[in-house]
Structure formats: structure tokens, C-alpha cells
């Protein structure tokens, strides 16, 4: 009921404040402060002009407190006041592709394009039906917004290139995926075209560039890293190279100013600024610097392309003998594979882990996660959001690093799962034989729902038994990590994480599934004997963490669209293995 009463707040109360809120004037000035100890200015680059205009003008001298007072009154339309609010609060942290006080000023001007907002609309549609109770047909709205995509195709502003990435966000999220790709590849083709691929070619002295100019460049910025983050997610999975390779990337990640999220601030006071690689997480977690998170996110982009290059280099390396033209470009790559003698097939070695990338890759995830802020730190900091206009203060900014640094530590997971369930003989095979634990009509039917979503590569991962024991060993590990990790962090509801949230779970169950009856064959192989009693304790933690993650999964199902990935489990037998497996503890006790 609280949580209720906090959305009605948001929504309604133009006066209501905390009292401990200070002023938009005073939060200016010590935020300012803290981010002037910490930030520093230095040169910057600027991209070439191009063709679409990123602020239609308003009127600039409009402050924020009044631009507020407006979006509170009366004459401001309450639905869309509902979706912004329910927007900036659930996704900005996931996809900070506006300036919250430009953004606001240009709404109540009214020169935000109607087709953003109805992405936005679609967006928070299970939001806004949770909490107001008010029905909203998302299917509805999201062919009426792919149609009108389509119609500013060849002449699109800014706001339509970010409709478009936040549609591409939605259809993944909403398991829609050949609309994921599609807009993933018009998203990449429109960066590109554009040139945001490359906005920091040339120089330029950063004390030359207006307020308005360096925030039309850290938007776009800031917009062709999260394309480029989908493009490589979608890539990794459908097994195909990304569309915008390392080569092509002259385009640095977003700026740190902690003051870029306080919408009760007009413009950053220093700019341009840039993020420092050897800021501590003290003063991150002191300025409230939620840009940081975004900046791991781009970092975590770029090794997850080294991990699909790595992926296709390897493959290609193995069927290399049967493509003679292409030998020699391939000669100097270490082998996974070679081929005996008067054979056209593989002979695998015993593991990935003889390739020193290989070993990059894997310590270079571990790294990054290392890295990052952990959510335990954040426990107790911070505050929610009691009215829009402390969207981006001090507190409320701590609050928003808690929930990312939380998805990011799930980000690890699933994509260390994908590195290493690829160590493994049938990766290098064209199609893999039926596991001992599937019958052939149950196997075909995974493949098939599967291929729904993913690749043949991908989903034979995710079926595969034949994982080398070191990767399959650091996969569980990872999910055991996970299962702690999330009781450490419990009072951070589920509706606060976003769509990789999901395919962590997905992944994770995948593993358990198939370990467990691996454990049950073990037990059943070796009874009372030492091995079987090892196998049942084995057994148990992972029964007590696939129940964990089976029910975190169901409570998704709703707010983020995992109906499919729950079907597919228990097309997995996921709840029967579960139950054999009780039953089986039950009577070795």
C-alpha cells in the first residue's frame, strides 16, 4: 500500500517535497562542489555537423522550478505527465539517452515529437497498469508506433532516432524478436549514416562549444552507445557479427558530471567533462556519479565483441581446411581444433582454456565485475523518489546507482555462461547428437522454441552437456555467487531490474537443470558410496537455488514479458526435475 500511495504522490502532489529536499538553487551549488573535486574539464572532440536538428528552440529563460510548476498544473496533460514520471523513474537509469531538465523544458514547450512520447507510453504500459490499474493495450500500441516508424524513415530527427532505439529496447524486452532485429539493424544503419559512430575525429578546443552544442554531442553520444550495446547483445546471441566493428568505433564513452541527471539544473556548470578510469568507488558513491554505471556498461559492450569475434574466429579456424582460399588469412590463429589425418573431421583438444585469449576473455569478465560498485555498499544510502522534481538529486541518484550496480552484477552472469559453455567438443560440430538425459522428440522440441530467440549455436549452450568440467564448474560457481548476491540485496524489488535480469535467471536455470540430472545419474551410478554422498550434497544446493531463481523468474513475468523463457522451462521439465530430485533426496535420507 505505501508504494501505492508514493506513485500517487509522484503523479498528483505538485507541493508535496520531503523536508530534508533542499532547493533546486542550493542542490546546484553543493552538487557543483562535490563534482568539482572530483571531475575535471579537459579538451574534447566534436563530431561533424549533420542534417537533423537536435533542440527545436523554447524559451530558454524558463527555470526549472517553473518548467515543474507547469508539469504539475492543471493545464499539462495528466497521461503524459503519467508516463514521463513512470519513464525517468524505471528506465532512464537503463537507457540515459535525454537531458532531464532540457527534456522537461522542451515537453512543457511542447516540441518533444508525439512519437517519443508514445514510445515511452509503450515503455512503462505494465507500470502504469500495476500501479494505476488502468489497462493499457501495449500490442496495440506498439504496431500503431512500427507503422509510423516507418513513414519518417528517410528524413528522421533526433527524437525519432530515439524512438527508435527505445522501441528496439522494448521488443527485446518483450521477447519480440524479429522486430528486435529489425530495428537493432535500422538503429546501427541510421548511427552510422549519421556519423555518431565517430564524433570524436577531429578537435576541437572544448572552451569554444556552447551549452547547447555539447549537449546535442553528449546525447548523441550517449544515444550510439546504448545502439551499440544492443547491437552487440542481439549479435552475441544470433550468433553474427556486429554490425558496427571496433575498427569503426572513433566515438568516446559519455561524460561523468553527476549534475547531468539533477533536473532541477538548467545545464552542468563545467563542460566538456569526461569520466577519470581511476576514480575510487568512495567518490563515486559520494557524488552520486550515476553515469558511471553506464560507462560499465559500455566497457562490458566492447569485451562482449571481442567474445563474438573470438567465437567466430575459432569456428571459422576449424572448417578453415575445407575452405583453402581462406587458409592463409587464418594460419597465424592458435588452434582449438585440428583435423587427423585423411579426415575431414575436427579432432578437439581437451579445452578452450589452451587459447591465452580465451584466458583473456574469461579474466578480462572477471575484471569488470571486480570492478564494479557493489549494491551491498549502497544498502542504506539513498532515497526514492517522493516527487519528480528531486529526479537526479544527491539521494535519489545513490538510490538509482544501488538498482543498476545490482543489474550490472547480473549482466556477469549470462555472458560469462555464454564464454564458457562454449568450451565444449560439439561447439565445433555442425549439429549436436541428443544428450543421454533428453529423449529425440523432446530435444527436437527445445531446439525449435529455442530457435525463436537464438541461435543454433546458442541454444546448443544452452543444452549442451558436453561442457569441459573447469567451464561447467565456473558457470555454477557464478550462479552460486548469484544466489547470495541476491539475498544480500532482496530489499530491491524485481520491478526495479531490467531485461538482462531475466536471461540471467534463464541461463542460470539452464545450468542447474542439467546439473542436477547429472547428480541424479551420479547418485543412481554410485548409491551409498562416497561419490553419492557428494553428489547428493551437490544435489541440494543447486535444488535450493533453482527453486530461488525459478520463483524470482515467475515474478518477472509480468512486468517484463518472460512468458516465453517461462515456457521454455518448463518445456525443460523444470519443475518435474525439480520434484524427481526431491523425491530422490528424500529416500537417500
Given amino acids: 500500500m505505501s ?39 579537459q579538451r574534447h572532440m566534436t563530431p561533424p555537423k549533420t542534417h537533423i536538428e537536435y533542440l527545436p528552440r523554447w524559451d530558454e529563460k524558463m527555470s526549472p522550478g517553473e518548467a515543474m510548476r507547469q508539469f504539475y498544473s492543471s493545464q ?56 494505476t490499474g488502468r489497462r493499457v493495450d501495449l500490442d496495440a500500441i506498439i504496431e500503431n508506433i512500427n507503422r509510423r516508424l516507418l513513414l519518417d524513415l528517410e528524413s528522421p530527427t533526433f527524437d525519432y532516432i530515439r524512438a527508435v532505439v527505445l522501441m528496439t529496447t522494448l521488443s527485446g524486452g518483450e521477447c519480440k524478436f524479429m522486430s528486435y532485429n529489425s530495428l537493432v539493424c535500422l538503429a546501427c544503419s541510421m548511427v552510422t549514416r549519421l556519423g555518431w559512430n565517430s564524433l570524436d575525429l577531429c578537435a576541437r578546443d572544448a572552451k569554444s562549444i556552447p551549452w547547447l552544442e ?30 558496427i566493428s571496433d575498427a569503426r568505433l572513433h566515438t568516446g564513452t559519455p561524460g561523468s558530471d553527476c549534475t547531468w541527471d539533477d533536473i532541477s539544473i538548467s545545464q552542468i556548470l563545467h563542460w566538456p567533462t569526461r569520466h577519470l578510469q581511476s576514480i575510487d568507488k568512495a567518490t563515486i558513491i559520494n557524488t552520486g556519479a550515476l553515469s558511471y554505471t553506464f560507462i560499465d556498461v559500455c566497457d562490458l559492450t566492447v569485451l562482449l565483441s571481442q567474445i563474438n569475434q573470438f567465437m567466430w574466429s575459432i569456428r571459422q579456424r576449424t572448417y578453415a581446411k575445407q575452405l583453402p582460399c ?19 573431421q575436427p579432432a578437439v583438444r581437451n579445452s578452450l582454456f589452451e587459447l591465452p585469449r580465451f584466458r583473456e576473455l574469461h579474466e578480462a569478465l572477471q575484471a569488470w565485475c571486480k570492478r564494479l560498485v557493489p549494491a551491498d555498499d549502497l544498502k542504506g544510502i539513498g532515497t526514492t523518489l517522493g516527487h519528480f522534481s528531486q529526479f537526479g538529486s544527491l539521494g535519489h541518484r545513490q538510490h538509482q546507482m544501488r538498482v543498476r550496480y545490482f543489474c550490472l552484477h547480473c549482466y556477469y552472469v549470462p555472458f560469462l555462461h555464454l564464454l564458457h559453455l562454449a568450451n565444449r567438443p560439439s561447439f565445433f560440430k555442425s549439429s549436436s547428437a541428443v544428450p543421454e538425459f533428453c529423449s529425440s522428440e523432446e530435444y527436437r522440441v527445445l531446439r525449435e522454441m ?29 550462479i552460486f555467487d548469484l544466489s547470495m548476491f541476491l539475498e544480500r540485496n532482496s530489499d530491491i524489488s524485481l520491478e526495479r531490474s531490467d531485461q538482462i535480469t531475466p536471461f540471467c535467471l534463464f541461463t542460470s536455470i539452464t545450468v542447474l537443470i542439467r546439473h542436477i540430472r547429472k547428480c541424479r545419474c551420479w547418485i543412481e551410478q554410485n548409491g551409498g558410496g562416497d561419490g553419492g554422498c ?41 519443475e518435474e526435475v525439480i520434484n524427481a530430485a526431491d523425491l530422490l533426496s528424500g529416500l537417500s535420507l
Fill in 450 to 478: 529455442l530457435s525463436s530467440s537464438f541461435s543454433g549455436t546458442t541454444n546448443d549452450s544452452l543444452l549442451a552437456y558436453d561442457v569441459v568440467e573447469e567451464s561447467w564448474q565456473i558457470c555454477l560457481d557464478s
Fill in 76 to 131: 499539462f496533460p495528466s497521461e503524459t505527465r503519467e508516463v514521463v514520471i513512470f519513464y525517468f523513474e524505471y528506465f532512464y537509469g537503463i537507457c540515459p539517452i535525454f537531458h532531464p531538465a532540457t527534456f522537461l523544458c522542451r515537453l512543457i514547450h511542447g516540441s518533444v515529437d508525439p512519437l517519443l512520447i508514445d514510445v515511452m507510453r509503450a515503455k512503462t504500459a505494465r507500470m502504469i497498469t500495476k500501479y
Fill in 3 to 41: 508504494r501505492f500511495l508514493a506513485i500517487d504522490s509522484l503523479l498528483n502532489n505538485d507541493e508535496a517535497r520531503r523536508p530534508n529536499d533542499s532547493s533546486p538553487i542550493d542542490r546546484e551549488q553543493s552538487v557543483a562542489s562535490e563534482a568539482t573535486a572530483v571531475l575535471s574539464s
Fill in 326 to 344: 581462406r587458409g592463409d588469412l587464418l594460419s597465424g590463429m592458435s588452434l582449438f581444433v585440428d583435423y587427423e589425418p585423411d579426415s575431414k
Fill in 214 to 243: 555539447w549537449a546535442e554531442l553528449e546525447t548523441q553520444r550517449r544515444t550510439f552507445w546504448i545502439v551499440y550495446q544492443l547491437d552487440a547483445y542481439q549479435a552475441l546471441l544470433a550468433d553474427r557479427p556486429v554490425s
Fill in 534 to 574: 557428494y553428489g547428493q550434497r551437490v544435489m541440494e544446493r543447486s535444488l535450493k537455488v533453482v527453486r530461488q531463481l525459478w520463483a524470482m523468474l515467475k515474478d518477472l513475468g509480468f512486468l517484463w514479458g518472460v512468458r516465453g523463457m517461462e515456457k521454455l522451462l518448463r518445456q525443460m521439465q523444470v
